[in-house]
Nanobody, 123 residues
Framework: QVQLVESGGGLVQAGGSLRLSCAAA????????MGWIRQAPGKEREFVAQ????????YYANFVKGRFTISRDNVKNMMYLQMNSLKPEDTAVYYC????????????????WGQGTQVTVSS
């Protein structure tokens, strides 16, 4: 298990950028796959992006391809989500998640979760 804390959320205008960070505590961090999942008001959680343990493989939801970039720094025990060209529909609580598999086809199978950080995009 790893402990996860997100930061970097806030209010931004449409077209703007934010970078979310996820700080991880736990010796297993560098071996875990990690992901970002979001939940908009009144909606179910949805997968945003995933990265494997080395950072060599990344996966994105279609609605963020070309706008968001996931990355990680295993020396600093950090994961990031660079979000560009933000849209009002990106407004949501963004959660950091991690798990010991090399890849998760279902984000609900991630075993460790942070508390979330709010992202609000105004039009």
């Amino acid at each position: 298990q790893v402990q996860l804390v997100e930061s970097g959320g806030g209010l931004v205008q449409a077209g703007g950028s934010l970078r979310l960070s996820c700080a991880a505590a736990g010796r297993a961090f560098s071996t875990y796959a990690m992901g970002w999942i979001r939940q908009a008001p009144g909606k179910e959680r949805e997968f945003v992006a995933q990265i494997n343990w080395s950072g060599g493989n990344t996966y994105y939801a279609n609605f963020v391809k070309g706008r968001f970039t996931i990355s990680r720094d295993n020396v600093k025990n950090m994961m990031y989500l660079q979000m560009n060209s933000l849209k009002p529909e990106d407004t949501a609580v963004y959660y950091c998640a991690a798990g010991p598999r090399s890849y998760y086809s279902d984000y609900r199978d991630f075993t460790s979760w942070g508390q979330g950080t709010q992202v609000t995009v105004s039009s």
